[in-house]
């Protein structure tokens, strides 16, 4: 008697008719670093989702600080929300360009796996710390904790990921040529983890991985705009001449004056209007791939996921406004420059006494000097969320800054 198809292969025949030629196919994949059998009920690229989903670096994102402080308040965002946010985003992409809806999502759940505590504050002081060591980028970060850091499989460390999903989150932010490859933070983990010659480095990531990149995008403009509005620390009556917002302020109903509301409607516009014009553009640049397949986009010399030339340049211009206006706020100045402080006194303290610090990475940071042990000490504490990297400052610290 014939065995009967997995529940995945009975599957396969839809996902064939509905994904474009461009798209990654998960029955193509390369594979993963150690063999294991396949899923009867999943493609790879759904076990790569649900693995990122149950993994203990997933769930620490919860108490991981956006641009507002956990205990600042219940209603921002914080980096799990942010990339849930960004999943939503890269799936409704996904499925307008027919690329592999699963791929993308799992690359837009995992990709900030490897944020320190207290956001761009934490891995500033970490870069500044880890400078004689190598550097401290959390992008390569994430590719650690997905291939080194997570320990639940019997077998092997990390997550065992598809090829193609490790691709992705190599290069989130573009190709890596020889030279960028081969220094800085990436270097060690592609040199020593055999992966290296399946992520295609030198050129573009696959259109799922383009499409999550872009989504973080979309999702980090709209909501830290968002946060801005709640906190206090933006008005509406300021957005009049801020690039890409202000042409969605006359959309708002009128009449309609509960501020929470305003916000929203103004910030739903907004997103779906960028997604609009990115699923334009990127199917107007797949249309004129010279090979529509996976090779061409990876050949295609650009990124054939993106924005209008006119929608990038607001985009960049609300980025401009943010930065001002949000993220150099003084009241988040005051709060980022003490995080740092409590990141920088925390790597010292454990490089010092690596005894101080617990489990796996403190055991083996004992046994390690220089280099080594740095980076150990800058896994543990780029795995901290916000509560307990002040929990341990107080522990090992007479004072804490409050962080308000």
């Known amino acids: 008697?014939?065995?009967?198809?997995?529940?995945?292969?009975?599957?396969?025949?839809?996902?064939?008719?509905?994904?474009?030629?461009?798209?990654?196919?998960?029955?193509?994949?390369?594979?993963?670093?150690?063999?294991?059998?396949?899923?009867?009920?999943?493609?790879?690229?759904?076990?790569?989702?649900?693995?990122?989903?149950?993994?203990?670096?997933?769930?620490?994102?919860?108490?991981?600080?956006?641009?507002?402080?956990?205990?600042?308040?219940?209603?921002?965002?914080?980096?799990?929300?942010?990339?849930?946010?960004?999943?939503?985003?890269?799936?409704?992409?996904?499925?307008?360009?027919?690329?592999?809806?699963?791929?993308?999502?799992?690359?837009?759940?995992?990709?900030?796996?490897?944020?320190?505590?207290f956001g761009h504050a934490g891995e500033r002081a970490l870069a500044a710390?880890?400078?004689?060591?190598?550097?401290?980028?959390?992008?390569?970060?994430?590719?650690?904790?997905v291939t080194r850091l997570e320990r639940k499989y019997a077998n092997f460390d990390g997550l065992n990921l598809s090829f193609e999903t490790l691709e992705g989150l190599a290069k989130h932010n573009g190709p890596l040529p020889g030279a960028d490859?081969?220094?800085?933070?990436?270097?060690?983990?592609?040199?020593?983890?055999?992966?290296?010659?399946?992520?295609?480095?030198?050129?573009?990531?696959p259109a799922e991985a383009q499409v999550a990149a872009l989504a973080d995008d979309i999702a980090y403009d709209s909501h830290d705009l968002d946060d801005g509005l709640r906190a206090g620390l933006l008005g509406i009556e300021d957005l009049a001449g801020v690039p890409l917002v202000a042409r969605f302020l006359d959309d708002v109903p009128r009449g309609l004056t509960d501020t929470q509301r305003r916000i929203y409607e103004i910030n739903r516009r907004m997103i779906t209007a960028m997604i609009e014009d990115a699923v334009g553009e990127s199917k107007r640049r797949l249309a004129r791939l010279s090979q529509a397949s996976l090779a061409g986009v990876r050949a295609a010399g650009r990124a054939v996921v993106a924005q209008s030339e006119r929608v990038a340049a607001e985009a960049?211009?609300?980025?401009?406004?943010?930065?001002?206006?949000?993220?150099?706020?003084?009241?988040?100045?005051?709060?980022?420059?003490?995080?740092?402080?409590?990141?920088?006194?925390?790597?010292?303290?454990y490089l010092r006494q690596p005894e101080e610090m617990s489990g796996v990475l403190g055991v083996a940071a004992q046994a390690e000097t220089g280099a080594s042990r740095a980076a150990i000490v800058a896994d543990f504490v780029a795995g901290m969320t916000d509560r307990y990297a002040i929990k341990e400052h107080r522990r090992l610290f007479d004072a804490t800054p409050e962080l308000r």
């Open 181 to 205: 490859a081969a220094t800085g933070p990436l270097a060690g983990l592609l040199a020593d983890s055999g992966v290296a010659a399946q992520l295609h480095l030198p050129l573009f990531a």
């Open 316 to 349: 960049e211009g609300l980025k401009a406004y943010l930065y001002a206006n949000v993220y150099r706020h003084p009241r988040v100045m005051r709060v980022m420059r003490d995080a740092e402080v409590i990141v920088g006194d925390l790597f010292g303290r």
């Open 129 to 145: 710390a880890m400078a004689s060591y190598g550097g401290f980028d959390h992008n390569a970060q994430s590719l650690r904790v």
């Open 1 to 117: 008697m014939s065995e009967q198809p997995t529940m995945a292969a009975q599957q396969a025949p839809l996902a064939l008719r509905l994904l474009a030629p461009y798209a990654t196919r998960a029955e193509a994949s390369a594979g993963r670093l150690y063999r294991e059998p396949e899923c009867p009920m999943r493609t790879a690229f759904q076990r790569d989702r649900d693995r990122i989903v149950h993994a203990t670096s997933f769930r620490r994102l919860t108490y991981k600080t956006q641009v507002f402080v956990f205990h600042e308040g219940d209603h921002y965002r914080t980096r799990l929300t942010h990339s849930l946010e960004v999943a939503q985003i890269a799936r409704a992409i996904a499925r307008l360009l027919r690329l592999d809806e699963d791929l993308a999502e799992a690359l837009a759940l995992a990709h900030d796996l490897g944020h320190p505590p």
